[in-house]
């Protein structure tokens, strides 16, 4: 098994009320517009998160922080399909204002980083995660957009 451990982080920058933002990470419909369709979210502390990505990639996470409008942080369950692992992966969402703006960072880790069995769902995850939120970025500020008229 795998001593040490690696992640990512992202941040974008969305010209939408931080609120919006906050109910793209946790609604259904909302997801389905950027991420992908068919989740299922119990969005409360101790609650859930399903999602599938693809026919090959299913992500059921247990939600240990909830402060809604600020945080939420997912515990994945373990992927069956690769090696044990004594680390957990953790996709933390941090969500703060500046002046118009919606600020959004993701740090993922608890990924093996001397495992190589672990190397494509790490790579795939970290960028995957950068191209979804370009897509959420683009999503939300056209919402806002056609809102104003």
């Known amino acids: 098994m795998a001593d040490r451990t690696r992640g990512y ?3 974008i920058d969305i010209l939408a009320p931080p609120a919006l933002v906050w109910r793209a990470l946790l609604e259904p419909a909302l997801l389905a517009e950027w991420y992908a369709p068919g989740a299922r979210v119990s969005a409360r502390a101790g609650g859930s998160f399903e999602i599938r990505i693809d026919n090959d990639l299913v992500r ?3 939600i240990d922080v909830f402060d809604p409008g600020r945080r939420l942080r997912l515990i994945y369950l373990p992927p069956e399909d690769l090696p044990p692992s004594d680390h957990v992966i953790v996709d933390d969402f941090i969500l ?3 002046p ?3 600020v959004l960072r993701l ?7 001397d495992d190589p069995d672990w190397e494509d ?3 795939r995850l970290r960028n995957g995660w950068g191209l ?4 959420l970025k683009v999503s939300l500020e056209r919402r806002v957009k056609e809102s104003r008229g």
């Open 9 to 11: 982080a992202h941040r």
């Open 60 to 62: 059921e996470a247990h």
């Open 96 to 98: 703060s204002e500046e």
């Open 100 to 102: 118009g703006t919606a």
């Open 107 to 113: 740090l993922g880790s608890g990924f093996p980083a």
């Open 121 to 123: 769902l790490y790579l």
């Open 132 to 135: 979804a939120l370009a897509r």
